[in-house]
């Protein structure tokens, strides 16, 4: 059984900081570009970062120069600093995850519960 938990989310003015955690627990063998998405009432999911296995990473034009996406593969952990937070940041932050449980399994993607981040004006 794989489980993501997400944390770190919160009320905060706008200009804040905020740092996501996401931590992945279970039978895990290795994890693969893990990313960072968000929703917003009356909104599609949508992607905010991601970050491959060699450490690249991607952005939404929205939050690039603002949040950093980082992961500490040892720990299995995922983090997602949010810098210069807006009010059109406020939404429900998930974090996604592929996952192989054993080296022949196929990787699956694994989604936590969500953890809701509010920046007020």
């Known amino acids: 059984q794989v489980q993501l938990v997400e944390s770190g989310g919160g009320l905060v003015q706008a200009g804040g900081s905020l740092r996501l955690s996401c931590a992945a627990s279970g039978r895990i063998f290795s994890i693969n570009s893990p990313g960072w998405y968000r929703q917003a009432p009356g909104k599609q999911r949508e992607l905010v970062a991601a970050?491959?296995?060699?450490?690249?990473?991607n952005y939404a034009d929205s939050v690039k120069g603002r949040f950093t996406i980082s992961r500490d593969n040892g720990k299995k952990m995922v983090y997602l600093q949010m810098d210069s937070l807006r009010p059109e940041d406020t939404a429900v932050y998930y974090c996604?995850?592929?996952?192989?449980?054993?080296?022949?399994?196929?990787?699956?993607?694994?989604w936590g519960q969500g953890t809701q981040v509010t920046v007020s004006s």
């Open positions: 996604s995850v592929g996952i192989r449980t054993s080296p022949i399994a196929t990787s699956k993607d694994y």
């Open positions: 970050i491959t296995s060699g450490g690249t990473t």
